[in-house]
């Protein structure tokens, strides 16, 4: 059974750089079968895809944040990580990691890591 | 962006109730529209992908119908821990999008 872990700093200030990364088990990112992805969910409110990558390291990311996003792989690890730069408060949420099924249309996110809470404040 | 309106955003019910959620999309996504639970505290859960089809495992009194830009959950007989707030996901177009949600309570 796949599992997902976020692991990162869970404060950081403002204009800085956001770092996290998912740790895989149970699954190869390396399978193909998948896209890997971030979604985050700023507290009390709803649901936001960030962006996703593939085994080969090819990248997809939400409009809105495509110039502050970087998602890569790293098949060695088994993990795949996200930088978000320039960060606000408005940056402030969980982010989970989530595994997408490659199927018709874009799929959907059949598994879940735990969230990891990112707080953006000096 | 397609734009996923959820309705209600709230309701409260009794155990043993029917629960009926709406999900709206702002353009035709065919059937690719996708449910999740989120328990309080919990990460989301895939629940019903392509509109009508129950994950592996997820219990029958929970099922999804729709397409086009109409769509509709229902919980059959609720029980206590589906207690949660209920996400509809188009699969469509990039980016893909979430509903609001739909918290589920007891009364």
């Known amino acids: 059974q796949v599992q997902l872990q976020e692991s990162g700093p869970g404060l950081v200030k403002p204009s800085q750089t956001l770092f996290l990364t998912c740790t895989v088990s149970?699954?190869?990112?390396?399978?193909?079968?998948?896209?890997w992805n971030w979604i985050r969910q700023p507290a009390g409110k709803g649901l936001e895809w960030i962006g996703r990558?593939?085994?080969?390291?090819?990248?997809k990311y939400t409009p809105s944040l495509q110039s502050r996003v970087t998602i890569s792989v790293d098949t060695s690890k088994n993990q795949f990580s996200l930088k978000l730069t320039f960060v606000t408060a408005a940056d402030t949420a969980v982010y989970y990691c989530?595994?997408?099924?490659?199927?018709?249309?874009?799929?959907?996110?059949?598994?879940w890591g735990q969230g990891a809470l990112v707080t953006v404040s000096s | 962006d397609i734009q996923m309106t959820q309705s209600p955003s709230s309701l409260s019910t009794s155990v043993g109730d029917r629960v009926t959620i709406t999900c709206q999309a702002s353009?035709?996504?065919?059937?690719?529209l996708n449910w999740y639970q989120q328990r309080p505290g919990k990460a989301p859960k895939l629940l019903i992908y392509?509109?009508?089809n129950l994950e592996t495992g997820v219990p029958s009194r929970f099922s999804g119908s729709g397409s086009g830009t109409e769509f509709t959950f229902i919980i059959s007989s609720l029980q206590p821990e589906d207690i949660a707030t209920y996400y509809c996901?188009?699969?469509?177009?990039?980016?893909?999008?979430f509903g609001g949600g739909t918290k589920v309570e007891i009364k």
């Open positions: 989530a595994r997408g099924l490659m199927v018709r249309g874009l799929g959907w996110f059949d598994a």
């Open positions: 149970g699954d190869s990112i390396s399978s193909g079968s998948y896209y």
């Open positions: 990558v593939y085994t080969s390291g090819s990248t």
């Open positions: 353009q035709d996504i065919s059937n690719y």
């Open positions: 392509e509109a009508s």
């Open positions: 996901q188009q699969s469509d177009n990039f980016p893909p999008t």
